[in-house]
């Protein structure tokens, strides 16, 4: 979700694309996100290099 966030999908977007989301597990994913940014940063650009 926040790889694809950060490619610019909008909330709405994403719930549409996940019908079993809602926007409060959207607003907890960002909380999730930005709690463990390092994380997340690292493993997005592994991802990306593959």
């Known amino acids: 979700l926040e790889s694809l966030r950060r490619l610019g999908a ?3 977007q994403l ?3 996940y019908p079993s ?3 409060s597990d959207l607003a907890d994913a960002w909380v999730y996100a930005e ?3 390092a994380e997340i940063d690292r493993e ?7």
């Open 44 to 50: 997005i650009g592994e991802n990306d290099e593959d």
């Open 10 to 12: 909008a909330e709405a």
């Open 35 to 37: 709690a463990r940014k």
């Open 21 to 23: 989301l809602t926007a």
């Open 15 to 17: 719930l549409d694309s």
